[in-house]
């Protein structure tokens, strides 16, 4: 369980909340939302005890399990299995009757049995033979399939390692006292991982706390909203689910309206009278107190709800180039003894649309990285055509440099634009005032997709690589995003999981990997992309 009591939260000199009070209970499911910014992922950070509030407390009782935006926090070189199983501390057990196997094995001193059986009623103690089952019935569900648990996890693609950290939370085994805290846990899951997940958190007991852009998920999952309005530093509690708190912040903006246009109504009439009565000594006191109460009329109306601002998201114009920009011949790339991409050749054309379609690991985001020369194929070559100006959206946002600002990553990749002219391109993608100089490592994960989507604006290229460029984006943003893909006169060749990011491309080919197959678009091709 968790307890917050007059809490602040900020970022550097920001305040994104103000003395917020709200408990966590065993069986809430709690909602959290607003837009990219508004200060989610800070605050379940904050409930995490990742980062302390600047006034208030955080009391927590009980297990806390934590899936972060960032799937990177794992040892590369630890496999799968190991990592689920380290959510109960299991991995260590599991490795000291490893080597008290083998050491039995070497001999048969009575040293090295009483070792062995210590090592065997330590790992029988953690759950043993059935808890390994139970981890690799977790993976299953998320997706992993049974050839991939025992490799490192640093061989994995990113969406597979955001399997592998989703695994070790809900294998954690939390109870009625425990709490969850999830963010985004849906990025990369296909269909059928995500019914499973789904299925998962509604029949969880303890306490959980979900930020989520998947509708459907959050209606049908969370019996609690909080809504977070950076506007007022403020966290609306509702205690309804979400469909009901739709509803109802529908109905209160549409009956705060009536009522605000009543009482201008009424305080224009009554303001109207004061000014043709205040002339006359007999009625001029009457005039003042006629003012004054339709002055105090509208004070009295609940503040009007402001239009949460929305990126003006653009992607850039493209500079000239010859008919076949960016081309592949033969790509093979192997990580370890593992191959991932063999034989992979590709044409993209002068405003040509490809989509890249796969389950996860199949080299998707591989074949983007060794087009964008991030990585260097094993064999075979990437072919720069003609005027080629290459757009590279990853999904990890490995082109922002952490360590550097907002307007420092965006003057380093549009190093010709002035100072003022830099701020002006932030400001449109809601980089504002000090938000321009806070560095990229502490940005959600919305803000960073908005920073990255912004280092495109300037670069002139007439091929963009897009990497799931809506995850973490909330609605209004995810439309922008879509909207502009929609319009972009140059070459796309994108990877998503997103039907509606499929629709704005319109693709006109799909590349089918790990076979790498090419073929032209059809929209039987549209019921893989939530499955890939």
Known sequence: ????????????????????????????????????????????????????????????????????QDSRAADPAV??????????????????????????G???????????????????????????????????????PAEVLDRPVGRLSGGQKRRVELARILFAGHGPEDTLLLDEPTNHLDADSIGWLRGFLTAHRGGLVLISHDVRLLTDTVNRVFHLDP???????????????LAQRDADERRRVRERANAERKASALHAQAERMKSRVATATTARSMARRADRMLADLDPARQAERVARIRLPEPAPCGRTPLGAVSLTKAYGERPVLSGVDLAVDRGSRLVVLGFNGAGKTTLL?????????????????????????????????????????????????????????????????DEADKPAGVLSGGEKTRLALAALVHSGANVLLLDEPTNNLDPASRDEVLAAVGIYPGAIVMVTHDEGAIDAL???????????????????YRELVTLA
């Open 1 to 68: 369980m968790i307890t917050v009591r007059g809490a602040d939260v900020r970022v550097g000199a920001r305040l994104l909340l103000s003395g917020v009070s709200f408990h966590v209970a065993p069986g809430d499911r709690i909602g959290l939302v607003g837009r990219n910014g508004a200060g989610k992922t800070t605050l379940l950070d904050t409930l995490a005890g990742l980062r302390a509030p600047a006034a208030g407390t955080v009391t927590r009782t009980g297990s806390v399990g934590h899936l972060p």
């Open 79 to 104: 496999s799968v299995t190991d990592r689920i199983l380290s959510a109960r501390g299991l991995d260590q057990a599991v490795r000291r009757l490893g080597e008290a196997a083998r050491r039995l």
């Open 106 to 144: 070497e001999t048969t001193d009575a040293r090295a049995l009483a070792a062995y059986d210590r090592a065997e009623v330590a790992f029988e103690a953690g759950g043993g033979y059935a808890a390994e089952a139970e981890a690799a019935r977790v993976a299953a569900g998320l997706g992993l």
């Open 231 to 245: 506007e007022r530093a403020a966290l609306d509690i509702h205690n309804t689910d979400r469909r009901t708190y």
């Open 369 to 433: 990285r060794l087009l964008a020369g991030a990585e260097t194929p094993d064999e075979g070559r990437v072919v720069r055509g003609h005027g080629l100006r290459l757009g590279y959206f990853a999904q990890e946002h490995e082109t922002l440099d952490p360590g550097r600002t907002v307007r420092e990553n965006l003057a380093g990749a549009a190093p010709h634009l002035t100072d003022g002219e830099v701020r002006a391109v932030l400001g449109a993608f809601l980089f504002r005032g």
């Open 506 to 524: 319109r693709p006109e080919r799909v590349l089918l990997l790990p076979d790498a197959d090419e073929d032209l678009w059809s929209k039987e």
